[in-house]
């Protein structure tokens, strides 16, 4: 972060009239700021993430939003959240194990390979044109099976997307739902339909290479034991005839027969191995758990209601737990060691599907979409009524995130309460995949403002521009030394400091002279001097080469819990404080004498000082401490203090208030602007909280870590912060942006679609459509991630340094809604009176900073994909093409940053011959010069059926853009494509009537 622009003053440097107009605007500019947040929130927190991204960006497009509109974009900017969507009317969907690419199919039976990093499409497996019930990745990645009706399959070569072979089914008609499931070491592929006549042998085992049929078995719900050498059937179709089969893959012979030794089970409706192929569970009227070597049974699990099945069961990767749900909702964890009941998760209506990531540690659980089986049967009768899909943490069970309030329906543009027809967690459970509406979205499921978790881990955090280490070392300015403390085991002894280099591990130099345990350290700027403190006030400063004590610094009588150098080295601060009595003692220091220069005296007696820290100019200081004990025992709520000083002075400036729970760090940003403090969990939330030092507002709150914070720093770019978690070995560097990169990064990792008509009227967004047109502007585009993402990746890339847009003064942290905005009782039906002058200037600004966000996109040459007609370069005016699905055509065009562009598409009229091909429902999707995906145009108006059209559009970057012509039809047929262009807008503001634009990044 750096310091404020001077253009942001420019605004403010004005005659006195102009400067009472300037302040009016401001404030009204504050009021609908500080409106949009809010509405930003509330649509944050009832599950429509689309909308509320769109409102917190523009709450924040003006110069100096109010701190409580920056707080609510970063509360929700890197939350859980939607990342892209892929695709119109797909039925299925399926993941390489990193989740950089997906398997899609579509309701025409077209399959693409899709690159989920950049939402672009990569290949279209061109075959016959048949009916496709599913797709399945080899376990290696290679190969992709596709299967038909009767179980015929198309096995396709992943790199090419051509076919290798085909593998004709069993022939029989009833498989008219196949599917199929490959084994582990993917040499065999088992085809099943468990809604067919499972009395005759329906399923198929086949081999992979020679397309040869293996084996063919009566039964349903097939499943490969984890070494793939056996296979398990559930056959039968009643209470009375249910039974489990085991099978040898390699020779198609039954070997096990499971046996009920003591009463009857009943209906049987699933199996499973465990993950050492040793155990098998059955669940259906009753929950079995078997041994797999005599196919006896060991012991039933009892815990769901008798009155309803069991719907499903899942072991974690480890084995260790078996989950499972019945069919009125129950969802109960199993210890497997002891095979009892560990936790009950409450809050279903129906049976749940779960999901495991690859480590165990998250959980997925999907609400079926039908609840009461009929036994004779085998099929499903009635719906569930309360459809959710949530993730969990397996650690306590805590859930992290709700999907199922609301998902995103691409057909109409919005996040609405759709059905989820499929879900799926990647293995390493940092995104979500769902299928809803015919469109796959995917989410990011954990804080995306972590940029390293390092819990568990002790990394080098010099590289990442920090000055402490997990365990306590401090490293010297120049980054090549550490400094450690060695205290006695009892609170009764002498501490000792090691100074060793960072290269080699070798001792440099030991520091013994302290008579008690050391506190704390500090190395001064130049790396010549350490000061130490211990407890009893002891405190020394150093010679770092030698080791030699050059002076003790006389006065304190509680024990010295930080120290710090000035940022010139003259001075030192030191805070002390008992733990049981406080008595509180913040002292400056004159080096070279070691004198006491000043106290600062304005903490409560009670408190315990914990922490101190310099502004970077030496000018102020930030102090902190908590009360924590009566009478020796720990307070519930203990008082705590954060104060900020004049050093000249010694007067405090003014007290932070925020925290509820103790204070242990504290740290100021290399710019000085910002304060970062640090405390324990309180209420089951983390107190970590960014400041602003001007107002004295908490810009953003961190959470994630388990048990507190005892160490806070700011990277020497003041771009990320570190934490370091109290009692347990967690380490977690946050990402700390600026405004203008936090709206960048929401624009490039989620789904952000243009406010429509009835939004723009409804929250007051200017300019607003006219005759149900949508305005010139339209506010950003609808983003995709970066083409440089990597979702296998959990780092992220730091963004360049830019221009703070803090404010510098003081917001109420209670929005006060100007009278003329609307609530959400009623629609508006105009503009404020009081905002119409400042509309259309107010627009012009936007549209700068709209391009000036997206200034950073470069122009690339493009490369067509090999499954897309090579696209010819479009100009402007009219151009005509014929469309031949699956090959969507792909224009590409020169565009300029501010240039306002219209383009349209238009499909041929039928013709008087009724054999002609025609072109139905012509669409188009504009991607940006940086890979974005900016539009998709879905024009379809009464009467206009063979139209669609992007109405003066302002291109956001200099760049070649990209112009993919589709038809929702998956028809053929010939079209104009017509680009007409305007001249560059610019919208320079007025320095009287509009705030400066966003610095771009």
Same mark, same amino acid.
């Given at each position: 972060?750096?310091?404020?622009?001077?253009?942001?003053?420019?605004?403010?440097?004005?005659?006195?009239?102009?400067?009472?107009?300037?302040?009016?605007?401001?404030?009204?500019?504050?009021?609908?700021?500080?409106?949009?947040?809010?509405?930003?929130? !509330?649509? $944050?927190? *009832?599950?429509?993430?689309?909308?509320?991204?769109?409102?917190?960006?523009?709450?924040?497009?003006?110069?100096?939003?109010?701190?409580?509109?920056?707080?609510?974009?970063?509360?929700?900017?890197?939350?859980?959240?939607?990342?892209?969507?892929?695709?119109?009317?797909?039925?299925?969907?399926?993941?390489?194990?990193?989740?950089?690419?997906? $398997?899609? %199919?579509?309701?025409?039976?077209?399959?693409?390979?899709?690159?989920?990093?950049?939402?672009?499409?990569?290949?279209?497996?061109?075959?016959?044109?048949?009916?496709?019930?599913?797709?399945?990745?080899?376990?290696?990645?290679?190969?992709?099976?596709?299967?038909?009706?009767?179980?015929?399959?198309?096995?396709?070569?992943?790199?090419?997307?051509?076919? =290798?072979?085909?593998?004709?089914?069993?022939?029989?008609?009833?498989?008219?739902?196949?599917?199929?499931?490959?084994?582990?070491?993917?040499?065999?592929?088992?085809?099943?339909?468990?809604?067919?006549?499972?009395?005759?042998?329906?399923?198929?085992?086949?081999?992979?290479?020679? +397309?040869?049929?293996?084996?063919?078995?009566?039964?349903?719900?097939?499943?490969?034991?984890?070494?793939?050498?056996?296979?398990?059937?559930?056959?039968?179709?009643?209470?009375?005839?249910?039974?489990?089969?085991?099978?040898?893959?390699?020779?198609?012979?039954?070997?096990?027969?499971?046996?009920?030794?003591?009463?009857?089970?009943?209906?049987?409706?699933?199996? =499973?191995?465990?993950?050492?192929?040793?155990?098998?569970?059955?669940?259906?009227?009753?929950?079995?758990?078997?041994?797999?070597?005599?196919?006896?049974?060991?012991?039933?699990?009892?815990?769901?209601?008798?009155?309803?099945?069991?719907?499903?069961?899942?072991?974690?990767?480890?084995?260790?737990?078996? @989950?499972?749900?019945?069919?009125? +909702?129950?969802?109960?964890?199993?210890?497997?060691?002891?095979?009892?009941?560990?936790?009950?998760?409450?809050?279903?209506?129906?049976?749940?599907?779960?999901?495991?990531?690859?480590?165990?540690?998250?959980?997925?659980?999907?609400?079926?979409?039908?609840?009461?089986?009929?036994?004779?049967?085998?099929?499903?009768?009635?719906?569930?009524?309360?459809?959710?899909?949530?993730?969990?943490?397996?650690?306590?069970?805590?859930?992290?995130?709700?999907?199922?309030?609301?998902?995103?329906?691409?057909?109409?543009?919005?996040?609405?309460?759709?059905?989820?027809?499929?879900?799926?967690?990647?293995?390493?459970?940092?995104?979500?995949?769902?299928?809803?509406?015919?469109?796959?979205?995917?989410?990011?499921?954990?804080?995306?403002?972590?940029?390293?978790?390092?819990?568990?881990?002790?990394?080098?955090?010099?590289?990442?521009?920090?000055?402490?280490?997990?365990?306590?070392?401090?490293?010297?300015?120049?980054?090549?030394?550490?400094?450690?403390?060695?205290?006695?085991?009892?609170?009764?002894?002498?501490?000792?400091?090691?100074?060793? *280099?960072?290269?080699?591990?070798?001792?440099?130099?030991?520091?013994?002279?302290?008579?008690?345990?050391?506190?704390?350290?500090?190395?001064?700027?130049?790396?010549?001097? =350490?000061?130490?403190?211990?407890?009893?006030?002891?405190?020394?400063?150093?010679?770092?080469?030698?080791?030699?004590?050059?002076?003790?610094?006389?006065?304190?009588?509680?024990?010295?819990?930080?120290?710090?150098?000035?940022?010139?080295?003259?001075?030192?601060?030191?805070?002390?404080?008992?733990?049981?009595?406080?008595?509180?003692?913040?002292?400056?220091?004159?080096?070279?004498?070691?004198?006491?220069?000043?106290?600062? %005296?304005?903490?409560?007696?009670?408190?315990?000082?914990?922490?101190?820290?310099?502004?970077?100019?030496?000018?102020?200081?930030?102090?902190?401490?908590?009360?924590?004990?009566?009478?020796?025992?720990?307070?519930?709520?203990?008082?705590?203090?954060? %104060?900020?000083?004049?050093?000249?002075?010694?007067?405090?400036?003014?007290?932070?208030?925020?925290?509820?729970?103790?204070?242990?760090? @504290?740290?100021?940003?290399?710019?000085?602007?910002?304060?970062?403090?640090?405390?324990?969990?309180?209420?089951?939330?983390?107190?970590?909280?960014?400041?602003?030092?001007?107002?004295?507002? =908490?810009?953003?709150?961190?959470?994630?870590?388990?048990?507190?914070?005892?160490?806070?720093?700011?990277?020497?770019?003041?771009?990320?912060?570190?934490?370091?978690?109290?009692?347990?070995?967690?380490?977690?560097?946050?990402?700390?942006?600026?405004?203008?990169?936090?709206?960048?990064?929401?624009?490039? *990792?989620?789904?952000?679609?243009?406010?429509?008509?009835?939004?723009?009227?409804?929250?007051?967004?200017?300019?607003?459509?006219?005759?149900?047109?949508?305005?010139?502007?339209?506010?950003?585009?609808?983003?995709?991630?970066?083409?440089?993402?990597?979702?296998?990746?959990?780092?992220?890339?730091?963004?360049?340094?830019?221009?703070?847009?803090?404010?510098?003064?003081?917001?109420? /942290?209670?929005?006060?809604?100007?009278?003329?905005?609307?609530?959400?009782?009623?629609?508006?039906?105009?503009?404020?009176?009081?905002?119409?002058?400042?509309?259309?200037?107010?627009?012009?600004?936007?549209?700068?900073?709209?391009?000036?966000?997206?200034?950073?996109?470069?122009?690339?040459?493009?490369?067509?994909?090999?499954?897309?007609?090579?696209?010819?370069?479009?100009?402007?005016?009219?151009?005509?093409?014929?469309?031949?699905?699956?090959?969507?055509?792909?224009?590409?065009?020169?565009?300029?940053?501010?240039?306002?562009?219209?383009?349209?598409?238009?499909?041929?009229?039928?013709?008087?011959?009724?054999?002609?091909?025609? /072109? /139905?429902?012509?669409?188009?999707?504009?991607?940006?010069?940086?890979?974005?995906?900016?539009?998709?145009?879905?024009?379809?108006?009464?009467?206009?059926?063979?139209?669609?059209?992007?109405?003066?559009?302002?291109?956001?970057?200099?760049?070649?853009?990209?112009?993919?012509?589709?038809?929702?039809? $998956?028809?053929? +047929?010939?079209?104009?494509? @017509?680009?007409?262009?305007?001249?560059?807008?610019?919208?320079?503001?007025?320095? !009287?009537?509009?705030?400066?634009?966003?610095?771009?990044?």
């Amino acid at each position: 972060m750096s310091a404020p622009s001077k253009a942001a003053d420019v605004s403010t440097s004005t005659s006195a009239p102009n400067g009472s107009l300037a302040t009016a605007q401001r404030s009204a500019d504050e009021a609908r700021s500080l409106y949009w947040a809010a509405q930003a929130q !509330t649509n $944050f927190d *009832n599950g429509d993430p689309s909308l509320a991204y769109g409102l917190a960006i523009q709450a924040n497009s003006m110069s100096n939003p109010p701190v409580q509109a920056q707080r609510t974009l970063n509360n929700i900017a890197y939350e859980p959240g939607p990342r892209s969507m892929f695709g119109e009317y797909l039925k299925d969907a399926v993941f390489t194990a990193n989740w950089r690419y997906m $398997f899609t %199919i579509s309701e025409q039976n077209e399959i693409t390979m899709w690159d989920t990093a950049t939402g672009k499409i990569i290949r279209h497996f061109v075959g016959p044109d048949e009916y496709l019930n599913n797709i399945v990745l080899s376990p290696d990645e290679h190969s992709l099976l596709s299967v038909g009706r009767e179980g015929e399959m198309l096995v396709w070569d992943v790199e090419t997307g051509k076919e =290798i072979h085909r593998i004709v089914g069993n022939g029989l008609s009833s498989l008219a739902d196949a599917k199929a499931l490959f084994s582990p070491d993917g040499s065999k592929v088992v085809t099943f339909d468990n809604g067919s006549d499972i009395t005759v042998p329906n399923i198929s085992l086949w081999d992979v290479t020679t +397309g040869q049929e293996v084996g063919r078995f009566p039964g349903s719900e097939p499943q490969f034991s984890p070494d793939g050498n056996l296979l398990l059937v559930v056959t039968g179709y009643n209470a009375n005839t249910s039974g489990i089969e085991i099978w040898d893959t390699r020779t198609g012979q039954k070997v096990v027969d499971l046996k009920v030794s003591k009463q009857p089970i009943g209906s049987i409706y699933g199996a =499973i191995f465990s993950p050492n192929s040793k155990r098998i569970v059955s669940y259906g009227d009753k929950l079995i758990w078997w041994d797999v070597k005599t196919g006896e049974e060991i012991q039933e699990l009892v815990g769901h209601d008798p009155n309803v099945s069991v719907h499903n069961a899942v072991f974690s990767p480890d084995g260790k737990r078996l @989950v499972t749900s019945d069919e009125g +909702g129950g969802l109960i964890v199993w210890d497997t060691e002891y095979l009892a009941e560990e936790k009950r998760l409450n809050g279903f209506d129906t049976g749940v599907d779960v999901t495991f990531s690859a480590d165990g540690r998250k959980m997925l659980t999907e609400s079926a979409h039908y609840i009461n089986y009929c036994a004779d049967c085998a099929t499903t009768i009635s719906q569930s009524s309360n459809p959710k899909l949530l993730l969990w943490d397996t650690q306590f069970f805590s859930l992290i995130h709700d999907y199922s309030r609301r998902n995103f329906n691409i057909n109409r543009g919005r996040f609405e309460n759709v059905t989820i027809d499929r879900s799926q967690l990647s293995p390493n459970g940092e995104h979500v995949a769902t299928l809803s509406e015919g469109a796959v979205t995917l989410w990011d499921t954990g804080n995306s403002q972590i940029i390293h978790n390092f819990t568990g881990q002790n990394p080098d955090l010099r590289m990442y521009g920090f000055d402490q280490s997990l365990h306590g070392t401090v490293y010297s300015p120049d980054r090549k030394n550490g400094l450690t403390i060695s205290n006695p085991l009892s609170d009764v002894g002498k501490g000792v400091m090691t100074l060793y *280099n960072l290269a080699d591990n070798k001792i440099l130099v030991s520091f013994s002279g302290h008579t008690k345990p050391i506190r704390s350290t500090a190395f001064s700027p130049d790396g010549k001097y =350490i000061v130490s403190g211990t407890d009893y006030g002891e405190m020394i400063l150093w010679d770092s080469s030698t080791g030699q004590i050059i002076r003790q610094f006389v006065g304190q009588k509680s024990d010295v819990m930080d120290v710090k150098f000035s940022p010139d080295g003259r001075t030192v601060v030191s805070a002390t404080g008992d733990a049981y009595s406080g008595n509180p003692e913040l002292i400056l220091w004159d080096v070279a004498t070691g004198r006491e220069i000043r106290r600062f %005296i304005g903490h409560d007696q009670s408190v315990r000082l914990y922490s101190v820290a310099f502004s970077p100019d030496g000018r102020t200081i930030v102090s902190a401490g908590s009360d924590d004990t009566v009478d020796g025992q720990y307070r519930v709520e203990p008082h705590s203090e954060l %104060i900020l000083w004049d050093v000249a002075s010694g007067i405090a400036i003014r007290h932070l208030i925020g925290h509820k729970g103790d204070i242990y760090t @504290v740290a100021f940003s290399p710019d000085g602007q910002h304060i970062l403090s640090g405390g324990g969990i309180v209420g089951g939330e983390l107190e970590l909280f960014l400041w602003d030092v001007a107002s004295g507002a =908490i810009v953003e709150r961190y959470s994630g870590m388990t048990w507190g914070v005892r160490h806070v720093s700011f990277s020497d770019d003041g771009h990320s912060v570190l934490s370091i978690g109290d009692y347990v070995d967690e380490l977690i560097i946050w990402r700390m942006d600026s405004i203008a990169e936090t709206i960048q990064w929401v624009l490039d *990792n989620r789904v952000v679609p243009s406010f429509s008509c009835e939004q723009r009227q409804f929250y007051n967004v200017t300019p607003l459509c006219v005759s149900g047109e949508l305005p010139v502007l339209t506010p950003f585009p609808t983003a995709m991630p970066s083409p440089t993402t990597d979702l296998t990746l959990t780092t992220a890339t730091l963004t360049p340094t830019v221009t703070s847009t803090i404010p510098t003064v003081t917001p109420s /942290l209670t929005p006060t809604i100007p009278t003329a905005t609307p609530t959400l009782t009623r629609t508006p039906t105009s503009s404020p009176p009081t905002l119409e002058a400042e509309a259309s200037s107010t627009a012009a600004v936007n549209a700068t900073n709209r391009a000036a966000i997206f200034q950073t996109a470069t122009a690339v040459t493009y490369t067509p994909s090999p499954t897309f007609n090579p696209g010819n370069e479009a100009v402007i005016g009219s151009q005509r093409d014929q469309l031949e699905p699956p090959k969507w055509k792909v224009w590409r065009y020169h565009g300029t940053g501010g240039e306002v562009v219209t383009i349209r598409v238009t499909a041929d009229k039928p013709s008087d011959n009724q054999n002609a091909e025609v /072109l /139905l429902y012509p669409y188009f999707v504009l991607h940006g010069p940086n890979g974005a995906l900016l539009e998709t145009v879905n024009g379809i108006v009464p009467g206009h059926e063979d139209e669609s059209v992007l109405q003066n559009y302002v291109l956001p970057a200099t760049g070649i853009y990209e112009i993919e012509v589709r038809s929702r039809g $998956f028809t053929s +047929g010939n079209y104009t494509l @017509v680009i007409e262009s305007q001249s560059i807008k610019t919208g320079t503001p007025t320095a !009287t009537s509009s705030p400066t634009p966003i610095t771009p990044p």
